[in-house]
């Protein structure tokens, strides 16, 4: 049976029917296979580090396992599976001496497990040959959360309110006036970020200085 993957209206709709059906084991495997291979290279530019990201992708897929009983589809399945993924890769940096050796239960769903490390194996690869590009290496010079805004809006192109729900996510959906809020200050931290990007790859002769680039467009 082909894949949604490409259709992101029909993965929302399938992963929710699956859920709201009952049939988790489903849910979750619809999940992974219409945005794993997204969220892992996510791990993998965030962390720099494609052992500590697969680590993390696991740490992902079991609080993905223990929490899709309770999403109430406030979101879209995509953007609460981010705000899942950047959870688990901020608590294994504070505690990731905690993590060495942990099982994870999910691992027992067998089916899951084998897609799991399908995505680790597809999605390397093509971390591989983005990791070449120079502007990637100039973004890492920036703090983590200026990345993972440019990340997410740049490469994900979330809107502005899903980018606000996924960078303060702590376990609960928040508020629409929240988020709104959240998503001003944050899309003005975008646009510093993105002209420091900007200066260093004028320095580095990677794109023309400010006189001679083409109108940039708005955010």
Same mark, same amino acid.
């Given at each position: 049976m082909s894949s949604?993957? =490409?259709d992101p209206a029909l993965a929302e709709e399938r992963i929710r029917a699956l859920a709201e059906g009952g049939d988790k084991h489903a849910a979750a495997t619809a999940l +992974? /296979? !219409?945005y794993g291979r997204e969220l892992l290279g996510f791990l993998i530019a965030r962390l720099r580090d494609s052992d500590m990201a697969s680590e993390v992708f696991s740490q992902f897929t079991e609080d993905l396992w223990r929490g899709l009983d309770g999403f109430r589809w406030q979101c879209s399945a995509r953007v609460w599976a981010y705000a899942l993924v950047r959870h688990a890769a901020s608590r294994h940096l504070k505690d990731a001496h905690k993590r060495r050796g942990r099982q994870v239960p999910f691992s027992r769903a =067998?089916? +899951?497990s084998q897609l799991e490390e399908k995505l680790r194996t597809a999605t390397r690869t093509v971390a591989r040959t983005e990791a070449r590009s120079r502007i990637a290496q100039l973004r890492e010079a920036l703090p983590p959360d200026d990345q993972t805004l440019i #990340? +997410?809006? *740049?490469n994900r192109k979330l809107d502005w309110?899903? #980018?606000a729900q996924v960078m303060v996510y702590e376990g609960e959906i928040a508020p629409d006036a929240a988020l709104q809020k /959240? !998503? *001003?200050r944050l899309r003005k931290r975008y646009q510093l970020a993105k002209e420091k990007l900007r200066r260093m790859a004028q320095e580095q002769g990677l794109i023309p200085p400010a006189g001679e680039a083409k109108g940039g467009g708005k955010e």
């Open positions: 949604p993957r =490409g +992974l /296979e !219409a =067998g089916p +899951l #990340i +997410l809006r *740049v309110k899903d #980018i /959240e !998503a *001003v």
